[in-house]
């Protein structure tokens, strides 16, 4: 495998640019209409959508490192280790409507060479399928519904957290 390595997810939508980018715009606020948090990790800043916040979503750590409000929004991977590289989201205009764009453009290095192709890339490309989801049925529009492989169903299992052992949730009164 070699070490640089590119994943591109793209969607037209039939909305205008400033609906779609008013989307991209709620990322890691309190009201995130874009990022599938329900289904994942959710996306968290210190400053929120600023250059410069830091943050990340599960054990993926970045910083913003340019934003162009309701356009542009990259990141620049500082872990795991071994994902030397940036992600972004970008918002174009395309035949009367709109497409989201999420980008990764890293080269990876160390263990990255086993866990990006067995584990992050296809948790990767299941959240953003989730999310390219939410941002149709936030715009009104059918959601591609692209079901999770079996890899990724199992990958979610075993890394799921879990309890401290010997704390028991309390039972639901009914």
Do not use: K, N
Request: aromatic share 8%; with cysteine; hydrophobic share 35%.
């Amino acid at each position: 495998m070699s070490g640089l390595q590119r994943s591109v997810h793209r969607r037209r939508f039939d909305a205008p640019l400033e609906r779609l980018g008013a989307l991209l715009d709620t990322l890691s606020t309190t009201d995130d209409r874009l990022w599938p948090r329900d289904q994942w990790p959710a996306q968290r800043l210190d400053r929120g959508l600023e250059v410069g916040s830091r943050g990340g979503h599960g054990p993926i750590r970045y910083t913003v490192s340019a934003y162009v409000p309701g356009r542009h929004v990259r990141y620049e991977f500082t872990r795991p280790r071994g994902f030397d590289g940036w992600h972004a989201f970008d918002i174009e205009p395309r035949d009367g409507g709109a497409e989201l764009r999420h980008t990764i453009e890293m080269r990876i290095r160390g263990l990255a060479r086993l866990t990006w192709p067995l584990i992050f890339r296809p948790l990767h490309d299941a959240l953003l399928e989730d999310l390219l989801d939410r941002a149709a049925l936030e715009l009104g529009q059918a959601p591609r519904g692209c079901p999770w492989s079996s890899w990724v169903r199992v990958l979610r299992a075993v890394l799921r957290p879990r309890r401290p052992s010997g704390i028991r949730r309390a039972p639901v009164a009914s």
